[in-house]
C-alpha cells in the first residue's frame, strides 16, 4: 500500500532559523507529492506540490523538491517566522486516484 | 465564495447518541470527503464521494454512514456515538482528479463521552 513517513515534532525553532522537515513516502505507482499546512483552529490548506520526479514545489519561501530515488520529499525554508507555527502535513496521490494519503504531520514552533 | 463550510464547530455527545454532521461546498466541485484527525494518527479517510449519487469507503469507516444530499453537501452520520469517535473531523473537496488540491473546511470537534 502506500504510506508517507514524516519527522516527529515538535519542532521548534527560534525566527530567521533554517527549516527542514523530512518526508518519506513508499508508493505503488507513480505519485504526486503535497505539502498542506494547517494553522492553529484552522482546516489544512496546500502549501506547495511536485507531481514528477525531480520537480520544485515552492510556494510563501517555502520548497520541497521530488527525489524518486531516495523517495523523499522534505519540505524546507530558508528564514522562519514566527507566523510559520503549524503543522505540516506530507501527502500523495497515487496515478488516477483522488485520495490522499497523509503523513502523521510535524507541529512547528517558531519562537522570537 | 465561502468555500467548505461544516456545522457545527464543536459537539459533545453521550455513548450512544446520534448525530449528523453536516458539509457543503459552493465551488462546483464533484468530489467530496470525510477525514477524522487524531494525534499522532495523521487524517485518515472515513468516506468519499467520487461524484454526486455516489460514496465509498475509507480506511475508518466503521460506526459511520454518509450521504451525498446533492453535489453540493455531503453529511456524515454517528449512529450510536462511542468514546472511540472522539476526534476532529474535516471535510473536503476536490473538482476532478486533475486538480489535485483539496479544500478543506475548519472543522468539526467531537467529543463522546
Known amino acids: 500500500g502506500n504510506s508517507v513517513t514524516q519527522m516527529e515534532g515538535p519542532v521548534t525553532l527560534s525566527e530567521e532559523a533554517f527549516l527542514t522537515i523530512n518526508c518519506t513516502y513508499t508508493?505503488?505507482?507513480?505519485?504526486?507529492l503535497f505539502w498542506y499546512v494547517q494553522y492553529p483552529g484552522e482546516g489544512l490548506q496546500l502549501l506547495l506540490k511536485?507531481?514528477?520526479?525531480?520537480d520544485k514545489g515552492s510556494n510563501k519561501g517555502f520548497e520541497a523538491t521530488y527525489r524518486k530515488e531516495t523517495t523523499s520529499f522534505h519540505l524546507e525554508k530558508g528564514s522562519v517566522q514566527v507566523s510559520d507555527s503549524a503543522v505540516y502535513f506530507c501527502?500523495?496521490?497515487?496515478?488516477?486516484?483522488?485520495?490522499?494519503?497523509f503523513g502523521t504531520g510535524t507541529q512547528l514552533k517558531v519562537e522570537l | 465564495n465561502a468555500g467548505v463550510t461544516q456545522t457545527p464547530k464543536f459537539q459533545v455527545l453521550k455513548t450512544g447518541q446520534s448525530m449528523t454532521l453536516q458539509c457543503a461546498q459552493d465551488m462546483n466541485h464533484n468530489s467530496m470527503y470525510w477525514y477524522r484527525q487524531d494525534p499522532g494518527m495523521g487524517l485518515r479517510l472515513i468516506y468519499y464521494?467520487?461524484?454526486?449519487?455516489?460514496?465509498d469507503k475509507g480506511e475508518v469507516p466503521n460506526g459511520y454512514n454518509v450521504s451525498r444530499l446533492n453535489k453540493r453537501e455531503f453529511s456524515l452520520r454517528l449512529e450510536s456515538a462511542a468514546p472511540s469517535q472522539t476526534s476532529v473531523y474535516f471535510c473536503?473537496?476536490?473538482?476532478?482528479?486533475?486538480?489535485?488540491?483539496?479544500?478543506f473546511g475548519p472543522g468539526t470537534r467531537l467529543t463522546v463521552t
Open positions: 473536503a473537496s476536490i473538482y476532478d482528479r486533475s486538480s489535485y488540491e483539496q479544500y
Open positions: 508508493a505503488t505507482g507513480y505519485p504526486s
Open positions: 464521494s467520487a461524484s454526486e449519487g455516489t460514496t
Open positions: 511536485a507531481t514528477k520526479a525531480d
Open positions: 501527502a500523495l496521490i497515487v496515478g488516477g486516484g483522488n485520495k490522499l494519503t
